[in-house]
């Protein structure tokens, strides 16, 4: 098992219900406010098929434009107004001085709040986590997209595999995913979309392949997730190409693996 009550022994990033929630929380976007979040991967991605010029430069390191892995780190929040947890929730912050009100913590940006009230939202956090985990309940019902990290990339340069440092990441913690895609064709921006939603899905496969286990039937698809994950699936005898959406005859062969 990839996770044990009382803590996770898999990192957020590697967690495929973690990856998953992003996932749903995506697709509870406007049109508007994925374009805020994603536009600049979207631009990347167009600037190789046309004259869009590129949200960021190609790293002077990589070997060749089409080389280049484009990553964003992708955050989840919890409101916790729309989980099981909405009394007990809305008391544990008056206890804190918070309040709760939609509009209230629409107007209140972290970069915004004094240190005194900033010191409030992490301990009412941290309360409603150990709350969270006595009672046993599932926060994935509040979860929406918080913010995403500016866009950076990765590329293998030489035999080394480098990762550069987005120059904007909202928290201090670790990502709930990364997205990390090649330069491919991204359509209208609706079209793209549903390639994200497929790209987290292949996330989610890649995760349980690599723990030995068959993923549930709706992550049983072909294409390109994780980068290590292709990579074991290119130059490992043991793994069939998963990353390949041609290799059609491997769908539904998952057990295969394990």
Known sequence: ???????????????????????????????????????????????YHDETPRAI?????????????????????????????????????ASHGINL????????????????????????????ADLASEAEADLMVGVYVDAVSSLYTSYVGGDEYVVTEPDESPFEREPDTHIELPPVEPGPLDEFREF???HLKCQVRDCFVRMGAEPPEPFRVLGTGRFES???????????????????????????LV
Do not use: C
């Not at 990839?2 to 749903?24: C, F, H, K, Q, W």
């Not at 009100?101 to 409603?128: C, K, P, Y």
């Open 196 to 198: 994200l939603d497929h």
């Open 57 to 93: 430069d190609i790293p002077a390191g990589a070997p060749g434009p089409n080389s280049v892995l484009y990553r964003q780190d992708v955050y989840l929040g919890v409101d916790p107004t729309e989980t099981e947890l909405e009394d007990a929730a809305v008391n544990l912050a």
């Open 1 to 47: 098992m990839y996770a044990t009550r009382g803590y996770e022994t898999v990192s957020p990033p590697d967690n495929p219900v973690r990856i998953n929630a992003v996932r749903l929380a995506i697709q509870e976007l406007s049109d508007a406010e994925f374009e805020s979040l994603f536009g600049d991967l979207y631009q990347q991605m167009r600037s």
């Open 230 to 256: 292709t990579a074991a699936y290119k130059l490992m005898d043991i793994y069939p190409e998963y990353h390949d959406p041609e290799e059609q005859s491997l769908l539904g062969k998952v057990r295969d």
């Open 101 to 128: 009100d939609e509009d209230a913590l629409n107007e209140q940006a972290v970069s915004s709040l004094s240190t005194e009230a900033l010191t409030d939202w992490e301990s009412f956090g941290s309360d409603l």
